[in-house]
T-cell receptor
Framework: GENVEQHPSTLSVQEGDSAVIKCTYS??????FPWYKQELGKRPQLIID?????GEKKDQRIAVTLNKTAKHFSLHITETQPEDSAVYFC????????????FGKGTHLIIQP | DAGVIQSPRHEVTEMGQEVTLRCKPI?????LFWYRQTMMRGLELLIY????????DSGMPEDRFSAKMPNASFSTLKIQPSEPRDSAVYFC?????????????FGDGTRLSIL
């Protein structure tokens, strides 16, 4: 089955700086890669996703890049703000018959004022 | 629009008791997923349904866990008998059917504590 590795586990950046979170996946058939943001005690919320026929997608301060050859994808947050502090999860869906997502272990992003 | 609705939000019970978690998916969504979140293992898929039919239950930890979806607007996850290691946050998510590459939307979860 699919295996997703996520790094770093904790990331601390100064407010206004950029943050980058990286994930690798194992199944070359994977074709859908969402990113979720989870605040303490809350549900995971989808913030951006990318499909395997696209190399990059941007939504305001958030962007995701995908390198299918290397089997890795990254989340980029620019001009970080205090409300960006949360745990971020990457996930991958394999192109096989199963519909569930395999999640990375999460990155705790801390925005320092 | 109402999102995915889960109940109860919190459940505390003694080991050996039966626990039933409930989920109402977003109206119009025809895929429903149950996930479990713990510090040690992260977010894990337990089971999912397409059009009320269980498709993949390979993530269900053992026979003590069972899930049903009697209609398009309701699903249950049952643990009987419960054990302390079942303590976790259980999330339900729903999406449109799309081979798994449709956005999944999560409910607020049920925080389960087994004493």
């Amino acid at each position: 089955g699919e295996n997703v590795e996520q790094h770093p586990s904790t990331l601390s950046v100064q407010e206004g700086d950029s943050a980058v979170i990286k994930c690798t996946y194992s199944d070359s058939a994977s074709n859908y890669f969402p990113w979720y943001k989870q605040e303490l005690g809350k549900r995971p919320q989808l913030i951006i996703d990318i499909r395997s026929n696209v190399g990059e997608k941007k939504d305001q301060r958030i962007a995701v890049t995908l390198n299918k050859t290397a089997k890795h994808f990254s989340l980029h947050i620019t001009e970080t703000q205090p409300e960006d502090s949360a745990v971020y999860f990457c996930a991958a869906h394999s192109g096989g018959g199963a519909d569930g997502l395999t999640f990375g272990k999460g990155t705790h992003l801390i925005i320092q004022p | 629009d109402a999102g995915v609705i889960q109940s109860p939000r919190h459940e505390v019970t003694e080991m050996g008791q039966e626990v039933t978690l409930r989920c109402k998916p977003i109206s119009g969504h025809n895929s429903l997923f149950w996930y479990r979140q713990t510090m040690m293992r992260g977010l894990e898929l337990l089971i999912y349904f397409n059009n009320n039919v269980p498709i993949d239950d390979s993530g269900m930890p053992e026979d003590r866990f069972s899930a049903k979806m009697p209609n398009a607007s309701f699903s249950t996850l049952k643990i009987q008998p419960s054990e302390p290691r079942d303590s976790a946050v259980y999330f339900c998510a729903s999406s449109l059917i799309g081979g798994g590459n449709q956005p999944q939307h999560f409910g607020d979860g049920t925080r389960l504590s087994i004493l």
